[in-house]
């Protein structure tokens, strides 16, 4: 379709944008993904309608004119934030839009909680379909997925974020060996090491009044998830979020020690990151973990 010569260029206007980004049209055509020579023929036509030059040739080098460099800055953030708004709430019919991924650095979290409770989500949404994949390392906006549930990474692009549950603590054991005692009992059963979350003992035993020295060290495990069958047939003890283990409490597997039980300090936090090709959905999901981690909360306290 033929532009008329009062329309505003918009898409040169963005190809100038990436020109002035990237230092030179070739590393702009790279980052559009675009041939050089369609960039440059962009950057003429803008040129052709603002009736100015916009580049100059410097020896082997390409510089913003005077006038390049005003109307760049004065053009680029306000076209950012339209590329962000459209971005944000463009929605798109697709193969997998009934599809979403969650990823999360709470991999005990996930297993015990998450995961058995995902069907009646799927159910409430009409069938939608939950990837869940478990990581430790910092989340890019590269990387692919919709939700980021999480206890200590943070989200360096744009997303909706929920606090979904300030984490408790306790010290549990199998009933046969911790029924009828208390907190002495850690100075003589072994109580196992997360090495995955050293925290959670020192930040438990000052609640308690308590040293490395008042207590007994018990085996090593890389995540809570591998030390629950330790505790629940051993003669040990673990001290872990109270929502992993709620369950395994109420089905008479395991006993928490009265007095145990002490915040931790850390909060655990949904984000649907903006760019996800599915974002209602995904906030939706983050809606319903919070009404879910409420849930467990409330069990856990009565």
């Known amino acids: ?18 020109i002035a980004r ?54 680029a953030e306000p076209l950012d934030t339209v590329c962000f708004t459209a971005k944000r709430m463009r929605r798109r019919n697709r193969p997998d839009a009934n599809r979403i991924v969650v990823r999360t650095s709470l991999s005990t979290f996930a297993y015990s909680l998450l995961i058995p409770n995902l069907q009646a989500f799927s159910a409430e949404m009409g069938g939608v379909i939950v990837d869940v994949i478990s990581s430790l390392s910092q989340p890019t906006s590269s990387d692919h997925y919709d939700v980021l549930i999480t206890r200590d990474l943070s989200v360096i692009e744009p997303a909706d974020d929920w606090e979904v549950y300030n984490e408790q603590l306790v010290c549990v054991g199998a009933p046969d060996y911790v029924d009828g005692k208390d907190l002495s009992v850690v100075r003589a059963m072994p109580i196992l090491n997360i090495t995955s979350r050293p925290d959670i003992l020192p930040i438990w035993l000052r609640a308690m009044n308590l040293t490395f020295a008042d207590i007994k060290s018990g085996a090593r495990y890389d995540h809570n998830y591998l030390a629950l069958p330790a505790v629940m047939t051993g003669k040990c003890l673990l001290v872990a979020p109270e929502i992993i283990v709620s369950d395994l409490v109420r089905g008479g597997v395991l006993h928490v020690l009265p007095g145990s039980r002490t915040g931790s300090g850390m909060q655990y936090r949904a984000f649907a990151v903006d760019r996800s090709e599915n974002s209602e959905m995904a906030r939706a999901f983050c809606r319903w973990l919070v009404r879910l981690c409420r ?8």
């Open 295 to 302: 849930k467990a909360a409330l069990l856990e306290a009565a």
């Open 1 to 18: 379709m033929a532009r008329g010569d009062d329309e505003v260029p918009l898409s040169a206007i963005r190809v100038f944008v990436a």
């Open 22 to 75: 990237e230092g030179s049209v070739t590393r702009a055509a790279r980052a559009l993904g675009a041939a050089q020579s369609s960039v440059s023929r962009y950057l003429a036509v803008l040129q052709d309608y603002l009736g100015t030059d916009l580049i100059e040739r410097r020896g082997g080098r390409s510089e913003l004119t005077e006038f390049g460099r005003l109307f760049v800055n004065t053009v």
